[in-house]
């Protein structure tokens, strides 16, 4: 009895120190960049989107991420490719509304650096992933909050998700490139 009762203790004692974070929308940014008739690129971003923190120890090398996206707020500064973008052909968005990352482990590299693995979900299918992450600081806003600043980045095969559409070109290749570069650049205020 004596040790469920001190394995109970410590359980509640790790619960009750998980600090969390959760996105300040206004400073931060998702951005991604595809290739576009093989040489050139094609940059846009989400503008809405959601998530949160949470860490047991300062350094956030236990830290937990889950980040939502709306798919359909997807901007190219093109609105008839947005069009498209959120069609059938690529996220399906009215149907496949919204992009999920949930991490399942974290692996401190160096001082601020981290491999944040998780599972990545778009239009119904799920696959692991790694950020890579770095920690650009802690600070406190001038209203007196506790902010983190990260940035992580990655690379996916946007076919392995079910968005496959593409075009041939007549000299050969693909009119869109299949990696695309994701860029998260989060602040997240601590709640």
Do not use: C
């Amino acid at each position: 009895m004596k040790k469920i009762l001190i394995f109970v203790i410590v359980v509640a004692a790790t619960v009750a120190a998980q600090t969390k974070w959760k996105i300040e929308k206004s400073h931060s940014n998702i951005n991604f960049a595809v290739a576009h008739l093989i040489v050139s690129e094609v940059t846009g971003k989400f503008k809405d989107f959601s998530g949160t923190v949470e860490s047991g120890k300062e350094d956030f090398s236990d830290m937990k991420v889950d980040i939502a996206i709306k798919a359909n707020s997807i901007d190219t500064d093109e609105p008839k490719r947005d069009g498209h973008l959120k069609s059938p052909d690529f996220f399906n968005a009215a149907v496949d509304s919204i992009v999920t990352f949930k991490s399942t482990k974290v692996e401190k590299t160096s001082e601020g650096k981290y491999k944040v693995t998780g599972d990545l979900t778009m239009r119904g299918v799920t696959k692991q992933v790694v950020l890579d992450t770095q920690l650009k600081g802690k600070t406190k806003s001038p209203w007196g909050q506790t902010v983190a600043i990260f940035k992580s980045t990655t690379t996916i095969d946007r076919t392995a998700w079910g968005l496959k559409w593409n075009k041939g070109l007549e000299a050969g290749g693909l009119l869109v490139g299949e990696n695309v570069n994701l860029t998260f650049n989060v602040e997240f205020i601590q709640s």
